[in-house]
């Protein structure tokens, strides 16, 4: 059975930083397409950013993540395994931040939510001053 765990998260200041990261297990590939989507109360989520770690390995992030998060897998041993990395957040980052398994390769469809099948249990960031 596959299960997603994100942790980090928390409060920070506008211009700070935060890491959030999302364990997969009992996935049964050794690639993986991992996202996250982050939701406020009211919208829908709407998707931050994506990694696809088999060959080719590609990623993605939405025009508001650009040049400020970094997505990537954590470090050996540790295949299903990924971080969020935000740098100089804005309040419009706060949210409930997903993590999300899609069993299948990330493409151009990345940013619909439906494409991906295994969700965790999102996990808080707050951007406030």
């Known amino acids: 059975q596959v299960q997603v765990a994100e942790s980090g998260g928390g409060s920070v200041q506008p211009g700070g930083s935060l890491q959030i990261s999302c364990e997969v297990s009992g996935y049964p590939y050794p690639w993986i397409c991992l996202a996250w989507f982050r939701q406020v109360p009211g919208k829908e989520r709407e998707a931050v950013a994506a990694?696809?770690?088999?060959?080719?390995?590609?990623?993605?992030?939405d025009d508001s993540a650009k040049g400020r998060f970094t997505i990537a897998r954590a470090s050996e041993g540790k295949e299903n395994s990924m971080f969020l990395q935000m740098n100089n957040l804005v309040p419009e980052d706060t949210g409930m931040y997903f993590c999300?398994?899609?069993?299948?390769?990330?493409?151009?469809?990345?940013?619909?939510?439906?494409?991906?099948?295994?969700w965790g249990q999102g996990i808080q960031v707050t951007v406030s001053s």
């Open positions: 999300v398994v899609r069993t299948a390769i990330c493409g151009s469809d990345w940013d619909r939510n439906s494409v991906y099948q295994y």
């Open positions: 990694l696809w770690t088999g060959a080719g390995r590609q990623f993605y992030y």
